[in-house]
Nanobody
Framework: QVQLVTSGGGSVQAGGSLRLSCWAY????????MGWFRQAPGKEREGVAV???????SYADSVKGRFTISQDNAKNTLYLQMNSLEPDDTAMYYC???????????????????WGQGTQVTVSS
């Protein structure tokens, strides 16, 4: 059974930092396409960052230069380092996985079929 366990959310002031973690149980992330998504109240879910098994990454324009996606294969854990947080970053954040390579045309349209439970990030001005 595959599970993604997400942690690290919280409340910070604008300009602050948080690091989200996503521990994968039941499958190796080293052979997976992994991603972070977020959903704010009243808005559609949007992709934030995705990392392929070869380490290549893709970011939403709104987070480029502020967020960094990475993974520790030895710990089977995915991370999202979020710096210079803004109130518009407030959302529930989810990690996702698909046990194949990412969609080469658009990482964010990869067929993610495993999702974590979500962790809330709240940024105050």
């Amino acid at each position: 059974q595959v599970q993604l366990v997400t942690s690290g959310g919280g409340s910070v002031q604008a300009g602050g930092s948080l690091r989200l973690s996503c521990w994968a149980y039941g499958h190796s992330i080293s052979r997976s396409c992994m991603g972070w998504f977020r959903q704010a109240p009243g808005k559609e879910r949007e992709g934030v960052a995705v990392i392929d098994s070869d380490g290549s990454t893709s970011y939403a324009d709104s987070v480029k230069g502020r967020f960094t996606i990475s993974q520790d294969n030895a710990k089977n854990t995915l991370y999202l380092q979020m710096n210079s947080l803004e109130p518009d970053d407030t959302a529930m954040y989810y990690c996702a996985a698909v046990f194949s390579r990412c969609d080469r045309s658009d990482y964010f349209t990869s067929r993610f079929n495993y999702w974590g439970q979500g962790t809330q990030v709240t940024v105050s001005s």
